[in-house]
């Protein structure tokens, strides 16, 4: 290896990008389409958060302190990230969303796999939402 070139990241830092990648692109990082549109999928989101909860918990203590820093600092970023990504579409099933919000229109937020409402056809209206039920689990760790 020439010495100016970095040397390549672990496989297991590795490994938690492409895992972060995943869970920003549900969260909708990619941003919105043509259309406007952006998808949100927080169940697999969260899904993939968990995945990261349980690598955490089955690699500590055989981690380099790089990776043992890496891990915390992107599951600590994915779960605000889905925080703030579910309270947004909570908010833009409402309507209501904030006034720091992205541009999109609320109904071009989606939770879970749904996909947006096809061009020349009438959006429904989204079913009445109860906060405290319907409001994704919030993550909390896990003892035992």
Known sequence: MSPDREPEPTPFISLLGIL???????????????????????????????????????????????EDAA?????????LSFVRVSDLAVRAQRG???????????ASVTAGATPPTPAGAEP???PPVDEEKDRPP????KYG
């Open 20 to 66: 972060a990648t995943h869970a920003m692109t549900a969260l909708g990082a990619g941003g919105p389409n043509e259309r406007n549109e952006v998808y949100v999928d927080l169940e697999f989101a969260s899904h993939l958060i968990e995945i990261l909860h349980d690598l955490d918990e089955k690699t500590r203590g055989r981690r380099t302190p790089e």
């Open 138 to 141: 919030r993550f909390q760790k």
């Open 124 to 126: 429904t209206a989204p």
């Open 71 to 79: 891990i915390a600092e992107t599951i600590s970023g994915l779960q």
């Open 96 to 106: 209501g969303a904030p006034a720091d919000a992205p541009a999109a229109p609320a």
